[in-house]
């Protein structure tokens, strides 16, 4: 029996993967980094240090600190987050739904705090969560499952009594392996991926879950 529902933040409830994609390319771009849109596309889900890291990696450059070049990245997506306010459709809906059948709500995102509660603020979503659970600052970012783990352990619940709700084939891989239900919302270019056949439910907006899939 489902007690909770742990939402992804970053694609889900906010279209914000687009804002993710533009701060990378200028910020990467203006330090001699060659990145492409799609290369952004391959690595959503994954935490931004881990990105950072693997362009330092590959693609050195001079001047600023990995942690420098991912705060800047981070600044630039809540920049643009609170101009834009871009909710997903469905959003409020889905959380209604979840809470209409007494269920625990929770969030567990791969970014780190300090976007994801001027993210929060700026869609009026701050009070919709008991529990926030970043993997930012976590040993192992998504598609560990380790987020997911503490989120079920901060609402108190057990992982197998959880749905969580995510975009990303990286994020849901994570949820699977907390042996959680899962429900994804893929981004359109990525909907005939067929990994996502590992979900429970695939839906192409938050808009269009039911209660029945609880």
């Known amino acids: 029996m489902l007690s909770a529902a742990i939402f992804d933040m970053d694609g889900l409830l906010v279209d914000s993967e687009p804002f993710w994609q533009r701060a990378q390319i200028d910020v990467l771009s203006e330090l001699g980094v060659s990145i492409s849109l799609q290369d952004t596309r391959d690595t959503t889900g994954v935490r931004i240090d881990e990105i950072v890291k693997h ?10 600190s990995n942690a420098e070049v991912r705060e800047r990245i981070v600044a630039r997506v809540v920049e643009l987050v609170q101009q834009e306010k871009p909710m997903m459709p469905g959003v409020k809906e889905a959380l209604a739904i979840c809470r209409q059948a007494g269920l625990k709500i929770g969030l567990a995102s791969s970014s780190p705090l300090s976007l994801i509660h001027p993210t929060l603020d700026a869609l009026g979503l701050s009070d919709q969560f008991s529990i926030i659970e970043s993997a930012g600052d976590l040993k192992h970012g998504k598609p560990h499952p380790e987020v997911y783990l ?38 359109a270019h990525e909907w005939d991926d067929p990994r996502f056949v590992i979900a429970d439910h695939k839906l192409e907006t938050l808009s269009d879950f039911t209660s029945e899939m609880l």
């Open 55 to 64: 362009y330092a990696r590959t693609q050195p450059w001079q001047g600023p």
């Open 150 to 187: 503490n989120a079920a352990q901060a609402l108190d619940v057990e992982p197998e009594q959880c749905i969580a709700f995510e975009d990303s084939f990286t994020g849901l891989l994570a949820a699977k392996a907390a042996s959680m239900k899962t429900i994804v919302v893929p981004a």
